[in-house]
Antibody, heavy 123, light 108 residues
Framework: EVQLVESGGGLVQPGESLRLSCLAS????????MTWVRQAPGRGLEWVST????????YYADSAKGRFTVSRDNSKSTLYLQLNSLRVEDSAVYYC????????????????WGQGTLVTVSS | DIAMTQSPTTLSVSPGERATLSCRASQDISTKIGWYQQKPGQAPRLLIYAASTRATGIPARFSGSGSGTEFTLTISSLQSEDFAVYYC??????????FGQGTKLEIK
């Protein structure tokens, strides 16, 4: 059974940093691209970042470029998201997710999600 | 960037009736779209991918259609557990995903 378990969220002040983790199990982690999606309270879903199975290349939403860094440790089946220079508007539940993969058509939508970890940025 | 626009924002339907949700892409995305259901306090659940293929374990009352820029999610006979928020998501620009703003499906 595929499982994704996020951790590392919490309450921080503007300008501070956090590192989120996502522990994966039930599939061959190193072979899958992985994605972070966030959802601000009462708002919709926003794609944040994606990382390939090998760790490179990486991709970021404009809102994350220059402040967030995605990485992974395939030996630990763990995905990370380093959040720096946090702003009030970064407050959200952060989900890690795995895309569906088909050998003929490639990657598509996100078929497995973690339960999310809440980041609150407030002074 | 590809923008996804969902309509309506809120849809009120009685149990047992049909619900039709729409999503429009700002450019041609072929059939590279999926639909998610999200209930309060839960992660999104993938319902449909590739515009019309049901994900594993999704009941047949959920169906998707469309191509190009206009897409529809239809729930043929609403059950109590179907009242939730629904999102569309394009992957034409994979991995630069874009979500619609969501449609809240509520009990009439």
């Amino acid at each position: 059974e595929v499982q994704l378990v996020e951790s590392g969220g919490g309450l921080v002040q503007p300008g501070e940093s956090l590192r989120l983790s996502c522990l994966a199990s039930g599939f061959t982690f190193r072979t899958y691209t992985m994605t972070w999606v966030r959802q601000a309270p009462g708002r919709g879903l926003e794609w944040v970042s994606t990382i390939s199975g090998s760790g490179s290349p990486t991709y970021y939403a404009d809102s994350a470029k220059g402040r967030f860094t995605v990485s992974r440790d395939n030996s630990k089946s763990t995905l990370y998201l380093q959040l720096n220079s946090l702003r009030v508007e970064d407050s959200a539940v952060y989900y890690c997710a795995r895309p569906y993969y088909d050998s003929l058509t490639g990657y598509s939508n996100l078929d497995y999600w973690g339960q999310g970890t809440l980041v609150t940025v407030s002074s | 960037d590809i923008a996804m626009t969902q309509s309506p924002t809120t849809l009120s339907v009685s149990p047992g009736e049909r619900a039709t949700l729409s999503c429009r892409a700002s450019q041609d995305i072929s059939t590279k779209i999926g639909w998610y259901q999200q209930k309060p306090g839960q992660a999104p659940r993938l319902l449909i991918y590739a515009a019309s293929t049901r994900a594993t374990g999704i009941p047949a009352r959920f169906s998707g259609s469309g191509s190009g820029t206009e897409f529809t999610l239809t729930i043929s006979s609403l059950q109590s557990e179907d009242f939730a928020v629904y999102y569309c998501q394009q992957y034409h620009n994979w991995p630069l995903y874009t979500f619609g703003q969501g449609t809240k499906l509520e009990i009439k």
